[in-house]
């Protein structure tokens, strides 16, 4: 499949000057079937942004999700969610008859894989020739980590998501003439998946395609670590600490913080770095060059893990008796910049951020985050105010981890808002706009607004709860109507006024 290639000049042109960009995650676009896609309305989103300034537009993880919808702990560090699928899509190049206006939210999930098996059997036997080229190329191309993960997923629907260190043996361990012969048996189930696959990476390159014709770039998000019940770990056993059974020893998490009083217990299984050391990073490697023909520009969240990890005995309820454990960051770094060029990376550089962290991000060049809502409290020496911050950053109001700006700005004590309303320009007092404009009028390069913010939505908006498993979490999603005509304007003036555009 042909894929957009990273230009030698990636990072100068996407941080190399003062830029707007827009947080939203695909799922919370506007349209049918419960959670957005890659459908008309992401292709309006881009029309939006050109038209707001916005040259950059930030999302949360592609990757497919488990039952919690979090995009941060999937199934894959390579695949892309199928429920992000356009249905229209296929609709318009004659592979499914139509899409029923009527299915529920509920229903949605359900009525998706259904359509999806209903256009791999079209694309089998009506694709022309040319289309059945290019999914033989995108399959060759993608094999490294395609054919295992297909296998994942269709062993993983034979046994309903039940974990894959309670498969019978020969399909948990990989190996013998019974996993050979599991693999015979779902031979269409693996090549279902590979269909679905082939069409979420042709969709995404077709929508950044259009979004780079309107003068937007895509900026995308690789979580650090993945989750053990995940394709990954399943293949790669030799990668995590796990013990014979397949267990996780131990599991990342972070102390207690900001979010939480007694941390958090992520639950992922922490890397065997000896054995990415021996294989020469092999499976980064493979995961970044993935990421790179996606995204325009990455950011690494969690990236002080990097450089040590908080790491947590498994079967702990907290992570208050976790410790920090070092990590080879910049080796691995170094490797990357070897193998895969300068590449325009971000660093997750928030929560406790020792020296060391800060020099490991220098190093390589990467821009941090600041966060202006983090800002207040900490006297004028806060590294999250604006005057502090330096053009090596990302600035935003918030990010998907945040209360919404005039949530937050409403939660806050009389003498706590009186501090922010000495802080900001005496010419902007409302929320959240007072604090767009002064992360706009930063010196940051970039700055970025969640789009529950340019909408100036107040409580029951949140993106995610960190520390909960809440329903609400991952579920946001905006309404075509609450965006008008004269806040599109009002946008593209403020980063024409700060020389954004």
């Known amino acids: 499949m042909a894929t957009i290639p990273?230009?030698?000049?990636?990072?100068?042109?996407?941080?190399?000057?003062?830029?707007?960009?827009?947080?939203?995650?695909?799922?919370?676009?506007p349209g049918r079937l419960g959670n957005g896609d890659f459908s008309h309305d992401a292709y309006r989103f881009v029309e939006f942004c050109a038209a707001s300034g916005f040259s950059i537009w930030?999302?949360?993880?592609?990757?497919?999700?488990?039952?919690?919808?979090?995009?941060y702990f999937s199934l894959s560090a390579n695949a892309g969610?199928?429920?992000?699928?356009?249905?229209?899509?296929?609709?318009?190049?004659?592979?499914?008859?139509?899409?029923?206006?009527?299915?529920?939210?509920?229903?949605?999930?359900?009525?998706?894989?259904?359509?999806?098996?209903?256009?791999?059997?079209?694309?089998?036997?009506?694709?022309?020739?040319a289309w059945h080229k290019r999914y033989q190329g995108f399959c060759e191309h993608n094999a490294a980590w395609l054919d295992d993960y297909a296998a994942f997923t269709a062993f993983n629907a034979q046994h309903a998501g039940a974990?894959?260190?309670?498969?019978e043996s020969p399909l948990r361990d990989r190996r013998g003439a019974g996993y050979e012969q599991a693999l015979a048996a779902l031979a269409d189930a693996m090549e279902q998946v590979r269909?679905?696959?082939?069409?979420?990476?042709?969709?995404?390159?077709?929508?950044?395609?259009?979004?780079?014709?309107?003068?937007?770039?895509?900026?995308?998000?690789?979580?650090?670590?993945?989750?053990?019940?995940?394709?990954?770990?399943?293949?790669?056993?030799?990668?995590?600490?796990?013990?014979r059974e397949g267990q996780p020893t131990v599991v990342a998490g972070v102390p207690p913080d900001y979010f939480s009083k007694t941390g958090q217990v992520w639950g992922n299984p922490l890397y065997r770095w000896a054995a990415h050391r021996k294989e020469g990073y092999a499976w980064w490697l493979s995961r970044l060059n993935t990421q790179r023909e996606l995204f325009d520009l990455l950011r690494i969240d969690h990236f002080?893990?990097?450089?040590?990890?908080?790491?947590?005995?498994?079967?702990?309820?907290?992570?208050?008796?976790?410790?920090?454990?070092?990590?080879?960051?910049?080796?691995?770094?170094?490797?990357?910049?070897?193998?895969?060029?300068?590449?325009?990376?971000?660093?997750?550089?928030?929560?406790?951020?020792?020296?060391e962290v800060e020099a490991l991000r220098k190093r390589f060049a990467m821009p941090g985050m600041r966060?202006?809502?983090?800002?207040?409290?900490?006297?004028?020496?806060?590294?999250?105010?604006?005057?502090?911050?330096?053009?090596?950053?990302?600035?935003?109001?918030?990010?998907?981890?945040?209360?919404?700006t005039l949530e937050w700005y409403e939660a806050l004590t009389m003498e706590e808002r009186e501090e922010v309303a000495r802080y900001l320009p005496a010419s902007r007092t409302d929320m959240p706009d007072a604090m767009i404009e002064a992360v706009y009028a930063s010196v940051a390069r970039l700055a970025v607004i969640p789009m529950q913010d340019v909408l100036e939505l107040g409580a029951g908006n949140r993106m995610n709860t960190p520390g909960t498993m809440g329903e609400a979490n991952w579920r946001w999603r905006f309404e075509w109507p609450q965006l008008k005509d004269e806040r599109k304007l009002e946008l593209k003036e403020l980063a024409r006024l700060y020389n954004r555009l």
């Open 6 to 29: 990273v230009q030698a000049s990636a990072k100068e042109q996407m941080l190399g000057r003062r830029r707007a960009g827009v947080l939203a995650h695909i799922s919370s676009l």
């Open 58 to 71: 930030q999302v949360l993880p592609l990757n497919p999700t488990h039952a919690d919808g979090s995009p």
């Open 81 to 129: 969610n199928p429920l992000l699928i356009s249905l229209d899509w296929l609709v318009d190049r004659g592979w499914l008859g139509g899409v029923d206006p009527t299915i529920s939210d509920a229903d949605a999930p359900a009525y998706r894989q259904a359509s999806l098996r209903i256009a791999c059997k079209s694309f089998v036997g009506d694709a022309d020739a």
């Open 163 to 167: 974990a894959w260190t309670d498969w």
């Open 195 to 243: 269909f679905e696959q082939f069409v979420f990476f042709a969709q995404w390159n077709d929508l950044r395609a259009y979004a780079h014709k309107n003068g937007v770039f895509l900026f995308g998000d690789l979580p650090i670590f993945v989750a053990h019940h995940s394709a990954d770990v399943w293949s790669n056993r030799g990668l995590w600490q796990l013990d």
């Open 304 to 355: 002080r893990g990097l450089e040590a990890c908080w790491e947590i005995q498994a079967g702990e309820i907290t992570a208050i008796d976790g410790k920090w454990v070092k990590t080879p960051g910049a080796e691995l770094l170094a490797a990357v910049q070897e193998k895969l060029g300068d590449l325009p990376l971000v660093a997750e550089d928030l929560g406790e951020i020792t020296p």
């Open 371 to 404: 966060v202006m809502q983090f800002g207040f409290g900490g006297g004028p020496d806060n590294l999250h105010l604006p005057h502090n911050f330096a053009t090596d950053f990302v600035a935003y109001t918030g990010t998907h981890d945040n209360a919404v």
